[in-house]
């Protein structure tokens, strides 16, 4: 009431100043035209918004503007042909799209005047295709990403005839159906990763996310900012727009924590109340972010001998140690390594379309090799195998020296003594040295190859067939 008060005191002249100023720094567009469709006047952003000049406007009627091309069509011929309000989109001679509404100003009951009010809308429309495109991309990916998953997880099977594997196996499947946290243990290469994929594939989880992280891979300066996220700005060198963090983006899935045992002690504390309370707080925030993720660790270290040394939080320990599983090595189950070998010729096979196989003798030393590096050493060396040896049948003589050292055998190993010791590293130097003097042609060639004189040698060759 008071403005209105004040406007009601000013002179004629300065309030139409006023509202001429109002209209002049408009950012829409405001054009006013009579009932023969001639411009009587526009202002600033409509020449903008439009492209033509209030002489150009004023030249000729709207009918003549439509005509010439300035505009695609016109509102005010509407306005005057229904004596009422309309809004239309309309593209101006400059390319702009228009959204235009002309409201009729009527006198002795027929329309006198037209208030024509224009805006912009071609970033507006712009951002609407781009937002089109980029929602049409997002459920292309989002597809592409499904497919992914179900492709990573597809073959993700797990059979055994060994019987502490198929105990395994049988737990695994029985913690698939809750959410409480699994610690899987093992050598490297056992097949931890595999068994994190099994649980969370036979999970009412399974259709959400598998993320994994890698302890050991990540910079421990820069571990709370990956695994928490960040805000806008929170440091020298984040993103613009902040960062999800790795936790936040398994809600709904599964958090694979792989080697864990190399989680910094400065990080250990976060990821703990992490973990207990199911809520983070990002880097540069005070915001708590609520969790529902899944939580499996992974580690081949001895985690209890790291609390006693001091080397890992016993509170981290047992939050992690809810449900132990822990892998045998290979070496533990022989059993497993000719079904391990058909699996591994059968996807190499499909994915080149051939058909190479190992020769049963082959097949029976890699059985009787103690496997150091477990599954995924099985894994890489019968693909090294396969691709490089042009044969269809994969010989002994294909084989790296440390399988054909058949000697080396499985209960030798888990039954060690002194004497055993000895044995197996008198065949280990006694196959070496017949294969160099093989290659060499001689004891003297071998001899010099090795660094080592003829008589040791000799002395050497005899006393392990003295020992038989």
């Known amino acids: 009431m008071h403005w209105r008060y004040e406007v009601e005191h000013l002179s004629e002249k300065a309030q139409i100043e006023m509202f001429k100023a109002a209209f002049e720094f408009s950012h829409d567009g405001i054009h006013i035209l009579d009932k023969d469709g001639r411009t009587l006047y526009l202002n600033q952003a409509c020449t903008r918004i439009e492209g033509l000049t209030e002489k150009e406007a004023k030249a000729k009627n709207i009918r003549e503007l439509v005509e010439d091309g300035v505009y695609s069509e016109s509102v005010t011929l509407i306005v005057l042909e229904t004596s009422a309000p309309a809004t239309i989109m309309q593209t101006a001679k400059n390319g702009k799209e228009i959204l235009v509404t002309g409201t009729p100003i009527y006198k002795e009951g027929s329309v006198d005047k037209i208030i024509v009010n224009s805006r912009d809308i071609t970033d507006l429309n712009t951002l609407k295709k781009q937002l089109y495109i980029k929602e049409h991309q997002t459920a292309k990916y989002k597809k592409e990403i499904e497919v992914l998953r179900k492709e990573q997880f597809k073959t993700v099977d797990i059979e055994s005839k060994n019987t502490v594997m198929q105990k395994v196996i049988k737990l695994a499947l029985t913690v698939a159906e809750v959410d409480s946290t699994v610690l899987i243990t093992g050598e490297s290469g056992v097949g931890k990763g595999v068994l994190s994929q099994f649980i969370h594939k036979r999970s009412k989880r399974q259709n959400g996310p598998y993320i994994k992280i890698d302890c050991s891979a990540i910079p421990?300066?820069?571990?709370?900012?990956?695994?928490?996220?960040?805000?806008?700005?929170?440091?020298?060198?984040?993103?613009?727009?902040?960062?999800?963090?790795?936790?936040?983006?398994?809600?709904?899935?599964?958090?694979?924590?792989?080697?864990?045992?190399?989680?910094?002690?400065?990080?250990?504390?976060?990821?703990?109340?992490?973990?207990?309370?199911?809520?983070?707080?990002?880097?540069?925030?005070?915001?708590?972010?609520?969790?529902?993720?899944?939580?499996?660790?992974?580690?081949?270290?001895?985690?209890?001998?790291?609390?006693?040394?001091?080397?890992?939080?016993?509170?981290?320990?047992?939050?992690?140690?809810?449900?132990?599983?822990?892998?045998?090595?290979?070496?533990?189950?022989?059993?497993?390594?000719?079904?391990?070998?058909?699996?591994?010729?059968?996807?190499?096979?499909?994915?080149?379309?051939?058909?190479?196989?190992?020769?049963?003798?082959?097949?029976?030393?890699?059985?009787?090799?103690?496997?150091?590096?477990?599954?995924?050493?099985?894994?890489?060396?019968?693909?090294?195998?396969?691709?490089?040896?042009?044969?269809?049948?994969?010989?002994?003589?294909?084989?790296?020296?440390?399988?054909?050292?058949?000697?080396?055998?499985?209960?030798?190993?888990?039954?060690?003594?002194?004497?055993?010791?000895?044995?197996?590293?008198?065949?280990?130097?006694?196959?070496?040295?017949?294969?160099?003097?093989?290659?060499?042609?001689?004891?003297?060639?071998?001899?010099?190859?090795?660094?080592?004189?003829?008589?040791?040698?000799?002395?050497?060759?005899?006393?392990?067939?003295?020992?038989?």
């Open 220 to 468: 421990e300066t820069l571990f709370e900012s990956e695994l928490f996220g960040y805000e806008r700005g929170a440091f020298t060198g984040a993103e613009k727009e902040g960062k999800v963090g790795l936790l936040e983006l398994g809600n709904g899935g599964t958090v694979v924590l792989d080697e864990i045992g190399e989680m910094p002690l400065s990080m250990q504390p976060k990821i703990l109340r992490a973990i207990q309370d199911r809520e983070i707080v990002p880097v540069g925030s005070k915001d708590l972010r609520e969790l529902d993720i899944r939580i499996i660790a992974a580690t081949n270290m001895n985690l209890e001998k790291m609390v006693e040394e001091k080397l890992f939080r016993e509170d981290l320990y047992y939050r992690l140690n809810v449900v132990p599983i822990h892998i045998p090595a290979l070496r533990e189950r022989p059993e497993d390594i000719l079904s391990l070998i058909s699996v591994v010729e059968k996807k190499i096979n499909s994915k080149y379309g051939w058909n190479k196989k190992m020769s049963p003798e082959v097949i029976n030393k890699m059985i009787r090799y103690s496997w150091p590096g477990n599954v995924r050493e099985l894994e890489n060396l019968i693909e090294r195998l396969m691709v490089s040896i042009g044969k269809s049948s994969i010989e002994t003589e294909d084989l790296p020296f440390e399988i054909l050292d058949e000697n080396v055998h499985f209960g030798e190993l888990e039954n060690f003594n002194p004497e055993n010791y000895k044995k197996i590293l008198g065949q280990f130097d006694c196959k070496l040295l017949k294969s160099v003097i093989e290659q060499k042609g001689s004891i003297a060639e071998a001899a010099k190859e090795i660094g080592v004189n003829v008589t040791t040698i000799r002395r050497k060759l005899n006393r392990y067939e003295e020992k038989g």
